[in-house]
């Protein structure tokens, strides 16, 4: 079994505020960029954050809309309502593990003007032609429209602006032995690809350290 | 000179429905006060029915032939017809200039006080209108101020105040008769399409759009096919209405040779695409209907929406509400989500992946799924939860947080009988 490690509930260790900031404000409108990370890396958990950054930017009276595109009908709104995501100003398109349909959808969402973010999240779906990303990349040019796509992997020869990777470092659990709790997740953002930063390297200045926190 | 008439049945909905529909019929000018009482404006209605003893009669015959028994006072005033109607024989006329001796004997009761005005008055030994009428205005004034005054010119049977006219809500209904009957679907649509226009058409004026719609075909053979539809998002564009009619009735076609189309439209008020200029644009309702309707007919309009929290705790209790243009919520947080701590999410499987686990000591050690595999190298649990025993369907639930091998944090569940994989924690 795993040494658990004892981490205190509030202030999330290793959080600032500063740095998730910058993170979630380093997505450009009117380009594709890319979350890509395996399973229980902080990918999703970083685009919850994204979602709640948006619903609820607003000053005071309401946030943006963002459409969720679910290839894998895998969103939960339980978890997206803990982050503080305003449910209400989110459009959720469930796909049913059909990478075509969800490629339409998010098609059609991207040449819908209004929407804050557009997400498409594959998840294990695939492979994804290049073309589609082409084609989602140029449905949102010249938009205030930012699209995501989510993703296990990165595929070569998309022109994705930003690109993100994710890497699960540890979980955290509460209490030594035995263990009591699944407190959250440590991970590691990188930027892999940037078309608009200098840092591109993942190296100190392009990589942030986050602990996404079980709700209960 | 004005003459007003007060109409006075019980307090049921279906009777002042009624009431309403009466008093309609005999003045296109009338207030509804609700409960049950409802005036109309008499002036000028010599005429077309008489006096207004025979008006009063003629009210009370239509009353009975639609059903209800109905109490009729006409006078001057709001009040004194009030008066007449509740204390009078039936149908009961005040002549011009007599309201305020047929209001003497009326109790206090009869005019709208503030409790502090009532008591007042109470205190001060007045039991009728006549003896609220002859007090000294000015007297009465510097002892209950402006409310004294007013109250004591509608005792006085002075009552300046015009009618509220009340309008029935608009019906957003159109019908046309086929006079060669429709064998097919494309002809039905295209006539639909000409109805949904002129609804569209009539909301629009009205600064509304519709947020349901219902058809009925008629068919040969006095059989009738019935359907209704609720846009993801209220409409008043026709061709989009036009679309989803076209995609309802594709999905379920008349059966028979269609000689009647009917549409009805529910109004709603239409939000805004940008409440104000400091909020981020929402997508316009226009290019948001086209959207969800090549969506909805893409994956199905019970799979797009906005999720909702149901209120119950079986896990993954969620539903899909209607997105449409949703209105202003004021942020009480006052500051943006990205001030909530980050939240580990929780990727479901739906439906959840049926799992082989193997226990030790009661605690899983390895899962085997189609989608997931290896042995368990850390977790916790169970966590159980239960609930809805007092329905047909109770459920009961134990949940496992596992970290596997390769890393992967997933929550695993029994449900009495069998292991699933309920989601990846990503």
């Known amino acids: 079994m795993a040494m658990g490690v004892p981490i205190e509930s509030s202030p999330p260790p290793g959080w600032e505020r500063e740095g998730i900031d910058s993170l979630l404000g380093m997505f450009p409108p009117g380009r594709l960029s890319e979350i890509v990370g395996p399973r229980s890396s902080g990918a999703s958990s970083l685009l919850l954050a994204l979602i709640a950054r948006i619903t609820t930017s607003g000053s005071g009276e ?155 | 000179m004005m003459r007003i008439a007060c109409l006075l049945t019980t307090n049921e909905p279906a009777a002042h429905a009624t009431l309403l529909q009466v008093a309609l019929a005999h003045s296109p000018r009338v207030e509804d006060v609700g409960g049950g009482s409802v005036y109309l404006d008499a002036a000028g209605l010599r005429s077309l029915f008489g006096d207004d003893a025979t008006l009063a009669d003629r009210l009370r015959d239509a009353a009975a032939a639609a059903g209800i028994t109905i109490r009729v006072g006409i006078a001057a005033s709001r009040i004194g017809a009030l008066a007449a109607a509740r204390f009078g024989s039936g149908a009961t006329v005040v002549e011009p200039g007599g309201d305020a001796a047929a209001l003497a004997t009326a109790p206090l009761s009869l005019l709208t006080l503030s409790e502090a005005l009532a008591t007042r008055l109470s205190r001060w030994g007045l039991r009728t209108l006549g003896e609220l009428a002859a007090l000294p205005t000015a007297g009465l004034f510097e002892r209950a101020g402006a409310e004294g005054v007013q109250v004591q010119r509608l005792a006085r049977g002075e009552d300046p105040r015009p009618l509220a006219s009340w309008r029935p809500e608009p019906a957003f209904e159109e019908s046309v008769e086929c006079e060669w009957g429709l064998e097919t679907l494309e002809p039905v649509v295209e006539r639909l399409g000409e109805l949904a226009a002129h609804l569209c058409g009539r909301l629009g004026a009205r600064g509304l759009a519709a947020d349901g719609f219902e058809w009925i075909c008629r068919l040969a053979g006095s059989r009738a096919h019935e359907g209704a539809l609720t846009p993801a998002v209220p409409l008043t564009e026709a061709t989009a209405v036009t679309g989803l009619l076209r995609l309802a009735l594709e999905a379920r076609p008349p059966r028979g040779i269609v000689e009647g189309l009917t549409l009805r439209a529910r109004p709603t008020r239409a939000a805004p695409a940008q409440e104000s200029l400091t909020d981020p644009s929402r997508p316009s309702p226009r290019f948001l209907a086209a959207t969800m309707n090549r969506l909805v007919a893409l994956v199905g309009s019970d799979r797009i929406g906005a999720p909702a929290l149901l209120d119950s705790h079986r896990p993954d209790a969620v539903g899909l509400g209607a997105y449409a243009s949703p209105s202003p919520r004021r942020n009480e947080r006052g500051e943006s989500g990205s001030g909530n701590a980050p939240v580990l999410a929780l990727r479901r499987l739906r439906p959840p992946a049926p799992a082989a686990v193997t226990l030790a000591s009661g605690r899983p050690v390895a899962m085997r799924s189609s989608r997931l595999a290896g042995r368990i190298v850390a977790g916790v649990g169970p966590w159980r939860s239960s609930g809805e025993w007092w329905t047909p369907e109770p459920w009961l639930q134990d949940e496992w947080d596992v970290e596997l091998a390769d890393g992967t944090l997933c929550r695993l569940a029994h449900d009495g009988s069998a292991w699933h994989i309920a989601g990846i924690y990503d």
């Open chain 1, 62 to 216: 309401g946030g943006g809309q963002v459409a969720f595109v679910d290839g894998m009908d895998a969103l939960d709104p339980a978890s997206t309502a803990a982050a503080g995501a305003d449910l209400s100003a989110l459009l959720w398109v469930r796909c049913g593990g059909r990478l075509r349909v969800a490629l339409s959808a998010a098609d059609l969402l991207a040449r819908c003007p209004g929407f804050a973010l557009v997400v498409l999240d594959l998840d294990e779906l695939g492979p994804v032609p290049a073309s589609a990303y082409i084609r989602l990349q140029r449905a949102v040019e010249g938009t205030p429209t930012t699209l995501i796509v989510r993703s296990e992997r990165h595929r070569e020869g998309t022109p994705a602006s930003l690109v993100l990777a994710t890497r699960r470092l540890a979980p955290q659990w509460m209490g030594l032995r035995p263990l009591t709790r699944l407190a959250g997740l440590r991970s590691e953002i990188s930027i892999a690809r940037s078309r608009f930063h200098a840092f591109s390297d993942g190296g100190s200045t392009g990589s942030w350290t986050l602990d996404w926190m079980l709700s209960q």
